[in-house]
Structures are given as C-alpha cells and as structure tokens.
C-alpha cells in the first residue's frame, strides 16, 4: 500500500483493487488510441464500444452467465432496481419479498408504491441477525407468486445467504446482489434478474449490472417508461442513451482484475474467508466485549458488524481505528454499533492491520 493511503472500510463506494486504480490513473489523461481521457470519449466510438463488450464478455466468464442471460449496465442504484423488477415482473401476479435486513424492506416498499407485494418471510423481529433456513423459506414462499425477491447479502447488519436460495420451480427468483457479486460464485441460471449497484465489489458508484434471463423479456408489459424496460438496454446493447462511461470502464477493468491477477471467484472467495475469520476470530473470543449482530450460520464475509460495551466505547474505537489509518467503521446510523465492510479489494494486511487492533482496544478496555 502506497504510504498516502488508508485502509478503507467503508460500506460503499468501497475500496478498489490498487492495480486497477493504477492503470485508470495511467490512462486518465489519454487512453490507448483514443487520444482523450475515459471520462471525455465518446460513447458511440469504437474505444467504448470494445470496452463494454469486453467488459460484458469478462463478467459472463467470471460469472459463467448461460447463453440465454442478458448482461446489461443501467443507471439508478439497486434503488431504481427495486422498481424496473416490479415493473417487468408482477403483471403475472403478486411477487413475494423475502426480509433480511433493511434493502429487502426498502425493495418491498418500493414494490408496494407500484401494486401489491407481499411480505413473505422476515427477520425483523429478532433484529435482522439470520436469514430463512430452506426450510423456512420453502413453506413461506407462494408457488403462484410473480417472482420471490431475496437481498443476497445485508450491508446494514450483516447477516448474508450463505447460497443461492432455493425457490419453488414455479416462482422466478430475483436477486438484489450489490454488495457480494463477483465475491464469490453465484448459480446465475436459476435467476430472472441478479442485479448489483457496482460499488462494493465490481467499480465505482453510477453503473449497475443487471443480468436478466431472456425468458423474462416476453412477459414484460408494453407502456412502461423507456428507461425502466429491460427490454432497451437488451435491445440497445446498455447504450440507448449516454451510459456511465468511466464507470463501466472501471468495471471492465475489475473484471480482468479477478480474472488474471486473483484467477477467478473461486479463489476470490477463498480470500474473503480468511479475510472474515480474522475478524470473526476475535468477536469470538471476546463474546463479552464484542458482541456480534449476525446469526453465526448468516454472518457475511463482507460486512462484519458487532457491538462494544458502551456507545461511548464504540466512538472511542472509531476514533482511535482513524488515527491508525483504518476508516469508516462506524456502523450504519440507523443501528450503530460498528461495521468492517471487507469487499474484495480490501487487502488481507488491512484485516490483520483492524484484528490486532481490536486486541488492543479490547485488553486496553475490557472490564
């Protein structure tokens, strides 16, 4: 790590592989043949075009997309996600939501602003710290719903699917996975549409990647706004209008980032495990000092979230975390507490670097 720079756990835009921010820096000013900067080329000319398409080409390798899917980059954030899958897919029926934190409650919100949705299974009453068993899921879940929406991994509390669920064969499945895709593999096949706003693992803020299965595209209803229409970024190869092109460019080059320096998301996700024991090692063995949010089984390997003693200690630790050069642990306000985001480009000595001194402030502190 270059001295000037911190170890960022920030839940969002998170931190992004150093030689992917070298090479951008690199081409900042002019880029291959095209004489001009990412952030000043055409979207229309051939240098973009073969960025989008590689880009497209590494995300169906890395994610081995089946022929019949769709990648596409849209624009809005999961948030406007949250409304083109209600849009595209409920004319069939009323979609079932299934609660593991506080995106699947904003998802359902915005579902319901648009028709019905039903709330299918949720954890709100023990606080958001498991996800359903298949079990669970299994007798919550409607074989006629429109689709079942599932929020893959919680940055909020913390609390992830360990694996794709599993839906009844009649009922689409659609996922909202900003902030664990392309951290491990995923079965892209037995989803309508996987969705995730890029920045936690796959770019900056300002592009989204959606992939939609083929299938969907002949239920969706005609009339709906140009921009909320899978059908148009299909159609249009993501560029109906002027996508977020230095973001895409950004995602292109994470891509081949995963491919060539890390060798793919089976070994991304080997990764993220040794980067999350190490945290998960010291909640507990300090049970009493830090105590941690998530269900042992659901506990994500990207947003490590946990409790000291008192507030006043959990200011302290943010505080003093800074003045080592760790950032941005404090936890979302509207739980507290304290929250490590350990995406994918969080080098594994930043881990070690927050594990050692959570030791440290726990002997310094503890009763």
């Avoid at 790590?1 to 969002?12: I, L, T, Y």
């Avoid at 993220?272 to 009493?288: F, T």
């Avoid at 943010?318 to 050069?325: L, M, P, Q, T």
Wanted: with cysteine; glycine share 10%; aromatic share 8%.
């Amino acid at each position: 790590m270059p001295s000037d720079r911190v170890f960022n756990f920030g839940a969002g835009p998170g931190t992004l592989p150093l030689p992917v921010l070298e090479r951008a820096q690199d081409e900042f000013l002019s880029v291959d043949d095209a004489g001009a900067s990412p952030l000043e080329v055409s979207h229309r000319g051939t240098w973009f075009r073969g960025v989008i398409e590689r880009a497209k080409a590494d995300l169906r390798r890395l994610l081995d997309v089946p022929d019949g899917h769709h990648v596409v980059f849209c624009q809005g954030g999961a948030t406007m996600q949250f409304a083109m899958v209600a849009t595209n897919l409920a004319s069939g029926g009323t979609p079932d939501y299934v609660l593991t934190g506080a995106w699947g409650a904003k998802a359902v919100a915005e579902a319901e602003r648009l028709g019905d949705a039903r709330i299918a299974w949720t954890g709100a009453d023990d606080g958001f710290r498991r996800v359903p068993t298949t079990q669970e899921l299994a007798s919550a879940l409607s074989p006629d719903a429109a689709y079942a929406h599932v929020t893959t991994n919680e940055t909020i509390q913390g609390v992830t699917f360990p694996h794709t669920p599993v839906v009844p064969e009649s009922v689409r499945l659609v996922a909202d996975a900003s902030s664990d895709l392309l951290s491990r593999p995923v079965d892209v096949g037995r989803h309508a549409v996987l969705y995730a706003g890029a920045q936690k693992n796959a770019g900056p803020a300002g592009v989204t990647i959606a992939i939609v299965a083929g299938e969907v595209l002949g239920d969706v209803p005609d009339g709906l706004p140009t921009m909320l229409d899978y059908r148009t970024y299909v159609e249009h190869g993501s560029l109906y209008n002027t996508p977020p092109v230095f973001a895409i460019y950004i995602v292109g080059l994470v891509a081949r980032w995963l491919l060539e320096d890390v060798g793919g998301l089976d070994a991304m996700l080997e990764r993220n495990r040794a980067k999350a024991k190490l945290l998960y090692d010291v909640l507990d063995a300090s049970p009493r000092f830090f105590r941690g949010h998530a269900e042992v089984p659901s506990r994500s390997l990207m947003n490590v979230t946990f409790r000291l003693p008192s507030e006043d200690l959990e200011a302290r630790f943010v505080e003093e975390a800074a003045a080592g050069g760790m950032i941005e642990l404090k936890g979302h306000r509207s739980v507290g507490g304290i929250r490590a985001s350990i995406y994918n480009a969080m080098p594994i000595e930043g881990v070690r670097a927050l594990a050692a001194f959570m030791r440290e402030f726990r002997d310094r502190y503890a009763d």
